[in-house]
């Protein structure tokens, strides 16, 4: 039997109870606004702005000098169910709200349908994340693990900056550019031999992520993560949506996104499915 989608997985949770969420949003903009009010199919929204927004219509508005800490304090405080961080700065909503909740280290990984419908996650996306083996190993597992609560089955993709054929060649090269191509050869297989001996479906892809996708691997895990920022942005340019951007491991629901979004509803649809999801 065809394992369910993401997107139909989302359609079962997201129907049970009405919640509060709220939105930060910078500025004005009539395109993330038609969608939030799509979204309001789903929850109720709150905005929360800058002072000196006073043109939206139909939704309650909550103005403040620092929307990123008033947000963060909501959630952490338990005024709305969940957030969708939206076009306010992420790295001081974040702060702001680690710095409420004390929480510990957390990941952000995002789940990406591209052109031809096939959804998979993608992590690290963003630069200062997985430079070291570890961190991927650890980025990897929670995705992992994530999934399989979904009820979707694992399928890990991790990837080298040099092709299978070349590190044979050049693999006794330690020093300069080569040298660094041939560490993320071996930190890939490091990787994929741990994720394995933890009884997971891994492979090291070296260079082959289109064939990695076609083979329906749902976990990419690129070389770092200026690596993983620039493959979000060729996947989006190209036509491809982000269905998700959960921040994972934190006791509220928290949803992250990219800066270039503009069409929130299922950001919605998936924030009201997750804070169901665990009601139950």
Not at 87 to 107: G, L, M, S
Not at 184 to 190: F, G, I, R, V
Not at 215 to 225: K, L, T
Request: net charge neutral; proline share 4%; hydrophobic share 40%.
């Amino acid at each position: 039997m065809r394992e369910k989608t993401f997107k139909e997985i989302v359609e079962m949770a997201e129907k049970k109870d009405r919640p509060k969420i709220a939105f930060g949003l910078q500025e004005e903009e009539k395109e993330i606004l038609a969608s939030l009010k799509k979204g309001k199919k789903y929850a109720d929204i709150i905005l929360v702005t800058p002072k000196g927004i006073t043109k939206v219509v139909g939704f309650e508005v909550v103005a403040s000098e620092n929307p990123e800490e008033k947000i963060a304090t909501m959630l952490a405080q338990g005024e709305v169910d969940g957030i969708i961080r939206g076009t306010i700065d992420d790295f001081k909503t974040y702060e702001a709200y680690r710095q409420i909740t004390n929480c510990k280290k957390v990941i952000n990984p995002a789940l990406m349908e591209d052109t031809k419908g096939r959804e998979f996650f993608l992590s690290p996306g963003s630069n200062p994340e997985g430079w070291e083996k570890e961190e991927r190993l650890f980025i990897a597992e929670q995705i992992a693990e994530f999934a399989k609560g979904l009820g979707i089955k694992p399928i890990i993709a991790v990837f080298a900056a040099e092709r299978h054929e070349t590190y044979p060649r050049k693999k006794h090269i330690r020093d300069g550019v080569v040298g660094i191509l041939n560490k993320t050869y071996e930190d890939a297989e490091w990787i994929v031999a741990e994720l394995v001996k933890k009884g997971y479906s891994a492979k090291n892809w070296a260079i082959d992520l289109n064939p990695a996708i076609e083979a329906e691997c749902n976990i990419i895990v690129p070389v770092n993560g200026m690596v993983g920022n620039q493959i979000f942005r060729a996947l989006y340019v190209c036509g491809s949506k982000m269905l998700a951007c959960p921040r994972l491991g934190l006791p509220h629901c928290y949803e992250d996104n990219s800066r270039t979004e503009r069409d929130f509803e299922f950001h919605v649809k998936w924030l009201v499915s997750w804070i169901n999801s665990k009601k139950v």
